[in-house]
């Protein structure tokens, strides 16, 4: 694991690997620390590694065609995002934030690469990853067509809430 990893997060892209798979692609990953207020990348850069957050909480925005910023999610430690760069190298289809202090564990794309390459079950992550987006996004969709907006605030109160409660 990498150095000064005390404590174990469970991210769930990450369940389906043994311990062996585990260690090596934290192995492989690279920690790094933010301030609160720091974006971690920008909408429209070019993307070539996907973030396992650590500590922290980050705001994931959007600007829509007006200009205005959109957060469309808040998400915690465990989480993952910029998987979709594992893919190829896309531009950035959102910016994120740092809400507090937050530290990842950075992969590359051609680390990613070269873990599948020597264990084969890894592309399992990438699986799991995109599968979690696509389940989380309906249920977006789903809220938004079918709830009346102060269900849907209140439903989102109650998931940061409980977010930042365990983080």
């Known amino acids: 694991m990498p150095s000064g990893h005390t404590r174990r997060v469970d991210w769930a892209i990450l369940s389906g690997l043994d311990d062996t798979e585990r260690r090596a692609v934290l192995s492989r990953a690279t920690r790094r620390r933010y301030r609160s ?9 070019p993307g070539d590694s996907v973030h396992l957050l650590d500590r922290g909480h980050v705001a994931v925005q959007v600007v829509d065609p007006r200009g205005t910023t959109v957060t469309l999610d808040v998400l915690a ?17 959102a910016s994120v934030v740092a809400i ?18 020597r264990h084969p079950s890894v592309t399992g992550i990438l699986v799991e990853v995109l599968a979690a987006q696509v389940r989380r996004l309906s249920e977006h969709l789903l809220d938004a067509h079918t709830m009346p907006a102060d269900d849907r605030v209140r439903k989102q109160l109650r998931r940061l809430a409980h977010s930042f409660a365990d983080g």
Do not use: K
Not at 37 to 45: E, I, K, N, T
Not at 77 to 90: H, I, K, R, Y
Not at 100 to 117: I, K, M, P, Y
């Open 77 to 93: 430690p465990g989480s993952a995002f910029g998987e979709q760069s594992l893919l190829a190298e896309p531009r950035r289809t």
């Open 37 to 45: 207020g720091d974006s971690l990348f920008h909408q429209g850069d």
């Open 100 to 117: 507090g202090a937050v530290e990842t564990l950075v992969l590359r794309r051609d680390e990613f690469t070269d873990l599948q390459r």
